[in-house]
């Protein structure tokens, strides 16, 4: 099983700047996730970070806001721009193996407060 | 699109009864289900089901898939506070990265 550290676990943002919240697996590994969480809701898929690309981002998310990069195999940043109270969430990152069908596994998490 | 429906969305039991919480998905090239609880942020991995009518245990939760309707259930037996969480469930395709679709949680409070 890998172990992902997130950080920061939490933040408290003035609107109209940015936060850049990093994950660091402990193996390497092919596919990494970044999920938001917005108060009282599921999770629901920002963009697939892929190493050595772009990152491949959902209906109604898009990179100028959300950029992401992934350096290499075991860690990848979500940066959230010009925020605005409606981007107070919980953000995720998880990883996983293309191939393999095993458990997802997730980051600690960062509760972020835009005020 | 991808989509996984939750129920009941909230469920509020007392120490000692037994639960069950439903997951019906639709899911393109479906490949497995599975089943977390949420306490703080980080879901915390329970279940992984893959194949129909097998049962996976872990001490008091168990769950099961029907991959004829397209469903899940998590069982929680002798329920205790400590069970309080959202449980999610989550599809996963064969493609697309294995990436996930989770659907709404269920609020579980357990009172004593």
């Known amino acids: 099983s890998a172990v992902i550290s997130q950080k920061p676990s939490r933040d408290i943002c003035q609107r109209g700047t940015s936060l850049t919240i990093q994950c660091q697996v402990d193996s390497q590994v092919t596919m990494m996730f970044w999920y938001r969480q917005q108060p009282g809701q599921s999770l629901t898929l920002i963009a697939t970070?892929?190493?050595?690309?772009?990152?491949?981002?959902e209906s109604g998310f898009v990179i100028d806001k959300f950029p992401i990069s992934r350096p290499n195999l075991t860690f990848s940043t979500l940066t959230v721009s010009n925020m605005s109270p409606e981007d107070s969430s919980i953000y995720l990152c998880?990883?996983?193996?293309?191939?393999?069908?095993?458990?997802?596994?997730f980051g600690q998490g960062t509760r972020l407060t835009v005020v | 699109e991808d989509k996984v429906v939750q129920s009941p969305l909230s469920l509020v039991v007392h120490e000692g009864d037994t639960v069950t919480l439903n997951c019906s998905y639709e899911?393109?090239?479906?490949?497995?289900l599975l089943w977390y609880k949420q306490e703080k942020k980080a879901p915390t991995f329970l279940f992984m089901l893959?194949?129909?009518?097998i049962e996976k245990k872990s001490g008091r939760l168990s769950s099961i898939l029907d991959k004829k309707e397209l469903f899940s259930i998590l069982n929680i037996t002798a329920t205790q506070t400590g069970d309080s969480a959202v449980y999610l469930c989550?599809?996963?395709?064969?493609?697309?990265?294995?990436?996930?679709?989770f659907g709404e949680g269920t609020q579980l409070t357990v009172n004593p």
């Open positions: 989550a599809g996963r395709p064969r493609t697309s990265g294995s990436r996930l679709t």
């Open positions: 899911v393109t090239n479906f490949r497995s």
């Open positions: 970070a892929n190493q050595g690309s772009e990152a491949t981002y």
């Open positions: 893959t194949s129909s009518g």
């Open positions: 998880s990883a996983g193996d293309t191939y393999m069908n095993t458990e997802a596994f």
